[in-house]
């Protein structure tokens, strides 16, 4: 995780939890001179537009106290949805024999991109089994994780 996102989850989290909400997780988009803040929220009752615009209007309260963005960024609150997106071990643990995709920040053996079955955590890989192999990624190498909806 890069500092500025250690920064942001350590000013983010706890705003997030005092109301009473997971935070899922954060992903931070620098784009020149405008940035994309998103914030994922979760809670066990669901999370509604509301849940999303109380966690925001905090949230930017403590931004903009802190600044700890220098150019101008968007922020978004939003719940985690069907395609969840996993940040952490924990979070890949808790949907082994889910179909996931995982895209690399760079190629480990050969390619980036990975789609298959999520077969559990192994240290600090996650093993993912694509086709008839099995393939140990590195946690530190994921760029973004989704777990892919099922409609029964």
């Known amino acids: 995780?890069?500092?500025?996102l250690e920064q942001l989850q350590a000013l983010v989290a706890p705003v997030v939890e005092a109301l009473g909400y997971q935070c899922w997780g954060i992903e931070f988009l620098s784009q020149g001179r405008h940035s994309l803040l998103r914030i994922y929220i979760d809670h066990a009752d669901g999370v509604l537009i509301?849940?999303?615009e109380k966690v925001s209007r905090q949230v930017s309260g403590v931004l903009d106290v802190e600044d700890p963005i220098a150019a101008e960024y968007t922020l978004e609150v939003s719940s985690p949805g069907m395609d969840r997106p996993?940040?952490?071990l924990e979070q890949f643990a808790s949907y082994v024999g889910e179909q996931v995709k995982i895209k690399l920040r760079s190629p480990f053996e050969g390619r980036r991109n990975?789609?298959?079955?999520l077969r559990g955590v192994e240290e600090q890989d996650v093993v993912v089994?694509?086709?008839d192999h099995?393939?140990?990624?590195?946690?530190d190498l994921i760029d973004k994780a989704n777990v892919i909806p099922r409609f029964d």
């Open 86 to 88: 996993l940040f952490t």
């Open 129 to 131: 089994q694509v086709d």
């Open 1 to 4: 995780m890069s500092s500025k």
């Open 114 to 117: 990975f789609q298959g079955l």
């Open 134 to 139: 099995e393939f140990l990624l590195p946690i």
């Open 50 to 52: 509301d849940d999303c």
